[in-house]
């Protein structure tokens, strides 16, 4: 099956969020499954300077968009079994950054009307295109329109993935015919209108013939109004061809065996090495270096979704407890301001790096021994894989990717990998985050046990690519 795998980021050539990590993993599982797999893109300024002398020229051509006529390059690489696509049009793309500028509608239009056209200069043409959220969300209805006129496209398959339904790629409905360069009748006729605006998702969620979503429990939370940002009734409508199918971690990147930023390497059989890590973790971070004390960390953006409220509400209560808490992330000014403020209060016992690094995120997870996501929504979550990839028992609420991936422990037969709570509640989460704190101290064999478990689990891409692939089968046939 030849698969056309369409994504405006992607590891390792550009990254805002779990899209790139997804795009950068799941073709090459596909690949190695054995279907013949490329992979478009925009080439974007940081893509072009790291990476332009690998790129081999195709050719360049003009891409009809509404009114305009715009140059349009093609570049391709081959990596790992996977040919790799990029899209050129310096206006658009040759910016310092990927996405936030007031001409996204244009750009992306762009990318979705040059993917669909550069459809018919590929050496094969694709029986399936997976698009990615609202970024690609036009290609699906593109395809559909071109297929009234030209047989070319007639057969070709799509499938749209909604990595967070959140972002919907809302525009005024002037934009169907001037900017998008579609006939009025998509919108009038309630394909690409909702709520009085152009809704790309939405158009794409209607017209493509399979969607998905990046785990089973997010989703069947879309067809519910807390989770679907107004389109749970477009979801519901489309159940009959909506899949949840769980994001993967790569197993080789994120493997503390041979992790290069890591002090000391460890596995699940030697879990010496983490020892080291935490001991090396908390001098770098200036926290009390206390083998036995746990240390309990979250990675993650500091926005009001990924459950900070809790965080703030509780936290005196769970740090009267033999612990030390440490934080990575940036986001809004009011948890860094409170995040800055508490650790000024909890000297040696809690660490804040109001930033990004890769590198001291990898050293976070190895040294880390308990690892707190209390996500309101988390659409599938790669934390808590990573997490557990290096040793720290997950402490999750039960929402999303969370849910699928993170079993309560129970204390009666010894199952579960990490600790869960249900209800979006503060005394709650702190009960299971004190739960999970006791059994560190009090039962060590029990915690070893959920460590090792979370070590061996697989999460790998090989699962998810079988799948996918049992989708595009069906949607083929």
């Known amino acids: 099956m030849n698969i056309l795998y369409v994504t405006s980021e992607a590891v390792p050539f550009c990254k805002t969020g779990g899209l790139a990590d997804v795009a950068g993993s799941l073709p090459q599982a596909l690949a190695r499954a054995g279907e013949q797999v490329s992979v478009i893109l925009p080439l974007y300024e940081r893509v072009k300077d790291k990476w332009g002398s690998q790129l081999h020229f195709e050719k360049w051509t003009f891409v009809r968009l509404a009114w305009r006529s715009v140059y349009c390059g093609l570049f391709s690489l081959e990596r790992d079994g996977v040919t790799w696509y990029f899209v050129d049009n310096e206006t658009y793309f040759r910016r310092s950054e990927l996405y936030g500028y007031y001409d996204d509608g244009e750009r992306f239009g762009f990318f979705s009307r040059a993917v669909t056209e550069l459809l018919k200069s590929l050496p094969q043409k694709p029986d399936v295109v997976h698009c990615n959220d609202w970024q690609s969300a036009l290609v699906p209805i593109y395809i559909k329109d071109e297929a009234v006129r030209d047989d070319f496209y007639k057969g070709i398959r799509t499938v749209i ?68 940002h107004g389109l749970e009734n477009v979801m519901s ?12 971690i790569d197993m080789q990147r994120y493997d503390p065996s041979h992790d290069k930023n890591l002090a000391a390497v460890y596995s699940p059989s030697d879990l010496a090495g983490k020892r080291t890590d935490k001991a090396a973790l908390q001098r770098v971070l200036g926290l009390q270096e206390r083998p036995d004390t746990p240390v309990l960390a979250m990675v993650s953006r500091l926005v009001s979704h990924k459950g900070l409220d809790l965080v703030c509400e509780t936290l005196d209560s769970f740090m009267d407890k033999d612990v030390q808490f440490v934080v990575l992330g940036k986001g809004d000014a009011k948890y ?45 979550g790669l934390s808590q894989m990573i997490a557990m990839r290096y040793g720290a028992v997950p402490i999750v609420r039960e929402t999303g990717g969370l849910k699928d991936t993170v079993h309560a422990y129970e204390a009666w037969n010894g199952q579960g990998n990490g600790f869960t709570f249900a209800n979006y509640n503060a005394g709650d989460m702190c009960h299971v985050i004190c739960e999970a704190i006791d059994l560190y101290h009090n039962n060590r064999g029990a915690y070893e046990t959920l460590q090792r478990r979370g070590m061996t689990a697989d999460f790998s891409w090989t699962r998810s690519a079988q799948e996918y692939r049992r989708i595009y089968e069906s949607i083929c046939r």
């Open 161 to 228: 993935t909604v990595h967070n339904i959140e972002y919907q790629g809302r525009y005024g409905s002037r934009t169907v015919e001037d900017l998008f360069g579609l006939d009025r009748g998509w919108f009038d006729g309630g394909t690409i209108e909702f709520g009085g605006d152009v809704n790309l998702l939405k158009g794409a969620i209607v017209t493509a013939d399979a969607v998905t979503a990046v785990s089973p429990t997010y989703a069947q939370e879309l067809k519910y109004a807390y989770f679907a």
């Open 237 to 248: 409508m489309n159940a009959r061809k909506l899949h949840g199918v769980l994001n993967g």
């Open 336 to 380: 860094e301001t409170f995040f800055e403020y508490a650790r000024q209060r909890y000297g040696g016992r809690m660490a804040v790096y109001l930033g990004y690094s890769e590198e001291l995120a990898m050293q976070i997870y190895a040294g880390a021994d308990l690892f707190l996501m209390p996500s309101k929504s988390e659409p599938c």
